[in-house]
Structures are given as structure tokens and as C-alpha cells.
């Protein structure tokens, strides 16, 4: 007789996937639904159930070459093929080209009338009617609650899908189910369908907080594979959905030796040759200390090499921002001409913290810049609490780290706080810390600047006097430490 297996011995069986191709999503799932197996997809009115699954079937065409097939119980070919028209889907052509078929299941015809022990058989006739049309591999049934309203007998319906379910697993199809959330407390939908697909299970929320608008994607479960455990927000943009799996946080990034221009000498000389490159800098000060001023430096000298800087402000708009560094000898809008410099701004009730998140997220990957700017980032505390702002940007730090690129964020300290103090608490996640000042002496205000810190460099611990003219910044090297 042979010995068992050790527990934990040899290769774990491994559940195979299905990549959806919906940006994040593969990443959080692990690689994608399970393939062969039905998947349930449920969420409210408005969660964006339906235009996940339209992407599911796109992607799988444009991207895996695997053709699909959609059964909607609610809207018709053409209103579906109209309502994801705005987010790039070209649906008539994949349907010319034989690559989708798409049905609109109409309850209403007499392959569906409730008479004696009645069967789905007219359902299981589409969805294999529709299989073998196209030679799918996925299949999207859209709505299937509907079932539940037209027919009174809910054992019959139950004991149908089981055996549809069954089915489509024998067929090696990868299905999305979509349904609606229920209403009672404990169950995942309105008639109990997740006792059927027990593979995975994807739940959608739109929730609306203190008049913010945010969408969340949670993976109820995935039977047989590891996958993310979080809430995680998502956007509807104009190339589909876009889901930012932001609390998969490691310390995991490279450190780089490498340093990069600050854009002002005598403060590249304070810290023996400028900031490591892909480091966090925080630069604080109360208002009219300079902080914008130091950190346009910064972006001048990364557009001067000839490479991309992002700037997010969040008080200026672009205009203004270009029109005050010109005051003091700076030209912007030469880089932005260029397209080296992009200067992105919106008001921070535009949209929730995660949504700003978001926003960010996909204009850096798509911008791919050296350099971001974050100015000034006290302002988001207008819309979530000290805390939230803090894991916000731990999640913009850990990207951004990820990604090797070097970010500068500006914060206000309130007039009437200690300089060291900051409002949104991110100092102690910073790498480097650079403090400005307004001095008041024999009668005139003047700045100052010093590092507070700034991790695995050397750097100067003397305070310095500087001014901001026409001609620029110019730091005093001759101010003594205190």
C-alpha cells in the first residue's frame, strides 16, 4: 500500500485562470476569474455590473482571443451596444465579425411559459445555440434574478440553474452571472443564487459619502485561490473600468543611490548632490514661506533634462501657477509646451480621497513621468479625516516608490501651530523633510529654510536665510545654525 502525502508536501494544485483583462482586477483576483466556472458578479442599481461584464467579453476577444457570448435579460442588442459605445467598445464590428452574439432573453416568448414542471430548456437552447455560434469561451448571462419575478416557483428555477451551472462547467466555458444585491441582511443577493457559484463571488457597491460618489469592488470569495480581501475602489473612465488595488501596500520597493537636481544649487549642496531619485520629500511652511516656489525648481530642473514631471495642484490653476513662476524668472509653459510638464488641477471637493487616488493613478500611467508634485496636499483634509488622508498618500507613496519616481509633496502648517507640526500627520512616512519659515526681525519678515531630516543623507543641519526675487530663489550660505 502506498504512503499518503504529507500535508504540504509536493506542488499545490493550482485553480486555473481566466484573465479578464480589466485593469486591476487580474492583479487582485490573482490572474483572473476561474476559468470553466461561473463567477457571480452582484451589486445595486448603478454599481457598473453590466459594463464589467460588457468588458469581461471585450477584452477577452481584443485581448485573449477568446470569442463570447452575452444573454441580457434586461436590455436589448442594441441598448447595449449604445450604452458602452462611450467607453471605446466598437461592438458592431466584433459582431460583423462573428467574434460576440448577443441575445436579448425575452421572458414574454413561449419557450418560457410556466405551465406544469417546467424546464429552462429554452435558456439552455440560447446559451448553446450561442456557444456554438461563435465558438465561445465566455459567456455573460446578464440579469438571471429576472428569473425569480417571472416565475412563481422558485424550487423549479433553483433546481434549473443548478443544472445550467453544471452545464456550462462541462462545456469548459467561463461564465460572469450578474445579479442584483439583496435586500436582507446576510445574504449576497435577492434570492440566494450564491448558493449555486461557489467558486467566486465579486460584490459592487456605489455608496455616496457626505456627497461624495465612490465605486468599491470586493471579492466575496474565490474558492481554491488566493486573492485580495479589501474594499477597493474603481472608476468607470472613458477606456472601461479601472480598479486600483491600493491597499495591497508591501515595503517592497528599490532604494536608489542615484540623486537628482533640487533645481537650486545651494540647496543640492545642503544635501551633498540633491534628493535620491524615487525618494519621498515633504516640504511644510506657513503660507508665503515658498513652498510652490521650491518645489516649480524642482519640476524646472526635471522638465531641463529632458524628462517628464507631473504637478497635481490642488489651490492654482495651471495658468496661475505658469504666471507666478514667471514672476520670478521661471519659464513653465516652454516645458509644458513641450509636453515635459503637465500640471493637472482640481479643487479637492472635485471628488472622495480614493477617487483623487484613482485620477492620479491613471494619468501617471499614462503620463509615465521622472518626477510628481503634490501641492498642496493639507488641502484634502477638507475631505476626509487626518487619518484617512495619512493611508491615502502611504498608498501614493508606495506607488510611487514602485515605480521609481521621485515625488514632492507640499503641506501648509497652520499659523498658530508649532513648525514642525503638519495637519495631515504624513511627516514621519517621508524620506526627506524640508521645513520653511517666515522670521520675523528688526521689523521685516524674513524665510529660512532647513532639513528636518532626511534618511541615508548626508545633509546640512544649519538653518538658511533665503529670498525670492525676480532673478529667483537664492539661499544665504553664510546663516549660522541654531
Known amino acids: 500500500m502506498a504512503k499518503a502525502t504529507s500535508r504540504g508536501s509536493g506542488k499545490k494544485r493550482q485553480v486555473k485562470k481566466s484573465p479578464t ?11 483572473g476569474l476561474p ?11 448603478g454599481s457598473g455590473k453590466t459594463l464589467m461584464a460588457m468588458e469581461f467579453i471585450v477584452k477577452g476577444i481584443s485581448m485573449f482571443k477568446e470569442n463570447g457570448v452575452y444573454l441580457s435579460f434586461e436590455e436589448s442588442k442594441n441598448e447595449l451596444f449604445d450604452n458602452v459605445a462611450s467607453l471605446g467598445f466598437d461592438m458592431d464590428v466584433f459582431d460583423a465579425q462573428q467574434h460576440i452574439f448577443v441575445r436579448e432573453i425575452d421572458l414574454g416568448m413561449h419557450d418560457f411559459v410556466e405551465s406544469g414542471d417546467y424546464n429552462l430548456d429554452g435558456l439552455f437552447a440560447q446559451i448553446e445555440y450561442g456557444i456554438d455560434c461563435v465558438g465561445a469561451k465566455r459567456i455573460v448571462i446578464d440579469g438571471i434574478e429576472t428569473l425569480f419575478s417571472h416565475f412563481s416557483r422558485e424550487s423549479i428555477i433553483r433546481k434549473e440553474l443548478k443544472r445550467i451551472f453544471r452545464w456550462l462547467k462541462g462545456k469548459g466555458v467561463t461564465a ?21 457559484i461557489s467558486d467566486c463571488v465579486i460584490i459592487l457597491d456605489h455608496r455616496i459619502t457626505e456627497q461624495v460618489a465612490t465605486r468599491r469592488l470586493h471579492i466575496q470569495k474565490y474558492r ?29 520597493h528599490d532604494a536608489s543611490s542615484q540623486q537628482v537636481s533640487t533645481g537650486i544649487q545651494k540647496l543640492d549642496d545642503m544635501f ?28 524646472n530642473a526635471v522638465c531641463g533634462d529632458n524628462e517628464k514631471c507631473l504637478y497635481f495642484a490642488f489651490e492654482e490653476s495651471a495658468r496661475q501657477i505658469v504666471r507666478n513662476m514667471g514672476s520670478i524668472g521661471m519659464d513653465l509653459q516652454g516645458f509644458i509646451d513641450k509636453g515635459l510638464l503637465k500640471i493637472h488641477a482640481a479643487r479637492p471637493m472635485l471628488q472622495g480621497l480614493e477617487m483623487h487616488l484613482l485620477t492620479m493613478h491613471e494619468i501617471i500611467e499614462k503620463e509615465q513621468p521622472s518626477a510628481v508634485i503634490l501641492d498642496p496636499v493639507s488641502n484634502l483634509d477638507s475631505i476626509g479625516s487626518v487619518l484617512d ?9 508606495d506607488y510611487l516608490k514602485q515605480n521609481g519616481i521621485t515625488a514632492l509633496y507640499t503641506a501648509l502648517t497652520p499659523g ?37 531630516k532626511s534618511r541615508g543623507l548626508g545633509h546640512s543641519n544649519k538653518i538658511r536665510k533665503f529670498r525670492i526675487s525676480d532673478n529667483g530663489i537664492d ?4 546663516s549660522q545654525s541654531s
Not at 476559468?35 to 442599481?45: Q, S
Not at 485561490?225 to 472613458?238: M, Q
Not at 539661499?475 to 553664510?478: M, S
Open 389 to 397: 488622508v495619512k493611508l491615502m498618500f502611504i498608498r501614493v507613496i
Open 416 to 452: 498658530d501651530s508649532m513648525p514642525e507640526a503638519t495637519d495631515v500627520g504624513i511627516s514621519s512616512i517621508m524620506d526627506t523633510w524640508i521645513l520653511l519659515q517666515n522670521l520675523e526681525r528688526n521689523g521685516q519678515r524674513e524665510r529660512s529654510l532647513y532639513i528636518m
Open 272 to 299: 551633498r548632490g540633491g534628493y535620491y531619485k524615487g525618494s519621498s520629500i515633504l516640504i511644510t511652511g506657513t503660507a508665503g514661506t515658498g513652498k510652490s516656489s521650491l518645489v516649480s525648481y524642482f519640476a
Open 21 to 31: 483583462g480589466i485593469e486591476g482586477l487580474d492583479d487582485i483576483t490573482g490572474g
Open 475 to 478: 539661499i544665504d550660505t553664510d
Open 176 to 196: 460572469l452571472i450578474t445579479s442584483e444585491q439583496g435586500g436582507t441582511p446576510g445574504s449576497i443577493t435577492r434570492h440566494g443564487i450564491e448558493e449555486y
Open 224 to 252: 481554491g485561490a488566493r486573492h485580495g480581501t479589501n474594499e477597493y475602489p474603481f472608476l468607470i473612465t472613458d477606456n472601461g473600468i479601472s480598479v486600483f488595488p491600493i491597499t495591497a501596500t508591501q515595503l517592497d
Open 35 to 45: 476559468a470553466g466556472r461561473p463567477t457571480l458578479l452582484c451589486g445595486g442599481a
